[in-house]
């Protein structure tokens, strides 16, 4: 896996703890839009420290490909992060998967920029990870995800029942998977 991928019109970074301040910008223009589908962030959640931290734990997790974070950002332009996509939980061996996840600016939906950078992405995840299969888990009524998901060819597995606590409450998500065929 590389820590950069350039796409038609983006490009997906790894990004190091220098670039915190604006990981926050991106996080805190879009608290009121992400915060009903996350879980409850801590209090100093929106502070540079805290998310030059995590950048910092990242990184290091990206190295040893068991996590990669990548930024998204227009080519047009490389100063503003509109996205991020999260290859979380990677298993090698028999299980051979990971999760997706992913968040784009308020500003910057309905657009294909999260279609473009998450097919950027999946390829790599099959060749470069070498994965059989990603997984992706949406709340049932983030329908703007579900068509995103359904329009990438991922598939639904069903429903895990209160499966993840979001906002103090246990949630219901809809199980979704990719599989390599060519990997058969």
Excluded at 18 to 38: I, S, T, V
Excluded at 64 to 72: D, H, Q, S
Excluded at 73 to 97: H, M, N, Q, W, Y
Excluded at 129 to 147: C, F, Q, W, Y
């Amino acid at each position: 896996m590389k820590f950069e991928y350039e796409a038609k019109r983006t490009v997906l970074k790894i990004l190091d703890p220098g670039n915190a301040q604006m990981a926050l910008e991106f996080l805190e223009k879009n608290r009121d839009f992400f915060e009903p589908h996350e879980p409850k962030k801590p209090e100093n959640y929106y502070t540079k420290s805290y998310i030059e931290t995590t950048m910092e734990y990242e990184y290091k997790l990206a190295l040893k490909l068991a996590l990669m974070r990548y930024w998204v950002f227009l080519k047009e332009d490389p100063s503003t992060i509109i996205g991020t996509l999260a290859v979380t939980d990677v298993r090698r061996g028999a299980a051979s998967c990971c999760q997706i996840g992913y968040r784009f600016d308020k500003d910057h939906l309905h657009m294909g920029y999260a279609t473009e950078s998450i097919m950027t992405l999946v390829p790599e995840l099959f060749t470069s990870l070498g994965v059989h299969r990603i997984e992706a888990n949406v709340m049932p009524k983030n329908t703007d995800s579900v068509k995103l998901l359904e329009r990438l060819g991922f598939e639904s597995e069903g429903i895990a029942r209160a499966s993840v606590r979001i906002q103090g409450r246990w949630e219901d998500h809809i199980r979704y998977a990719l599989i390599n065929d060519s990997d058969m």
